[in-house]
């Protein structure tokens, strides 16, 4: 289950990202990365989508290390 909560996280950011996801007066990390539509927003405001590309990136990560750290911890099948 942790292992498919890190790809429902990436679907939803994918879905705003191009527009079919969460709308305007709702925050998506998607929304946030998608609004860096031109070279000035790109070069001065790195500060708004750099961190929301990291922190995505470091939630979907934390999700997967979980899921596998349970996984190990609780497959009995794995103990061999």
């Known amino acids: 289950m942790t292992m498919g909560l890190g790809d429902t996280i ?7 990202f ?6 305007f007066p709702f925050a998506s990390w998607g929304n946030i990365i998608s609004d860096v539509n ?5 070069t001065n405001y790195w500060f708004i ?3 929301a590309g990291v922190l995505l990136l470091l939630t979907v ?11 190990d911890a609780f497959d009995p099948r794995m103990k061999r």
């Open 10 to 16: 990436i679907t939803e950011a994918t879905l705003s």
């Open 49 to 51: 989508w750099i961190p």
């Open 61 to 71: 990560l934390a999700f997967n290390l979980v899921g596998d750290g349970l996984r």
């Open 18 to 23: 191009l527009g079919l996801g969460v709308k």
């Open 38 to 42: 031109n070279t000035y927003v790109l």
